[in-house]
């Protein structure tokens, strides 16, 4: 079983940039595609970004193409999400979760694991 937690949301001003951190615990991140959802109120679950096992493959939204990077870190465990150019439609809380078996789904229900969520706050 896989254990995630996800990091460095906060308040932030329209324009700015976030880098948020998805930490793994239990097994090694390297066996799972790892994606970035969010959620805002009264909305339904979107994806933002997913990337492949070796991270030689990258999926972004449309919300958020050109504005944000997938990265990993497998020997640290981590999968970072660089948010550049925040917008308040950006506003949502910020999940991270791991794929067995799909390298690069934008689909949440491929997904086995997730975190509980960071929030994001972008202000106009």
């Known amino acids: 079983q896989v254990q995630l937690v996800e990091s460095g949301g906060g308040l932030v001003q329209a324009g700015a940039s976030l880098r948020l951190s998805c930490a793994a615990s239990g097994r090694t991140i390297s066996n799972y595609g790892i994606g970035w959802f969010r959620q805002a109120p009264g909305k339904e679950r979107e994806f933002v970004a997913v990337i492949s096992r070796s991270g030689g493959t990258t999926v972004y939204g449309d919300a958020v193409k050109g504005r944000a990077t997938i990265s990993r870190d497998n020997a640290k465990n981590t999968v970072y999400l660089q948010m550049n150019s925040l917008k308040p439609e950006d506003t949502a809380v910020y999940y991270c979760?791991?794929?067995?078996?799909?390298?690069?789904?934008?689909?949440?229900?491929?997904?086995?694991?997730w975190g509980q969520g960071t929030q994001v706050t972008v202000s106009s």
């Open positions: 979760a791991a794929a067995a078996a799909w390298a690069t789904s934008q689909y949440s229900k491929y997904y086995d694991y």
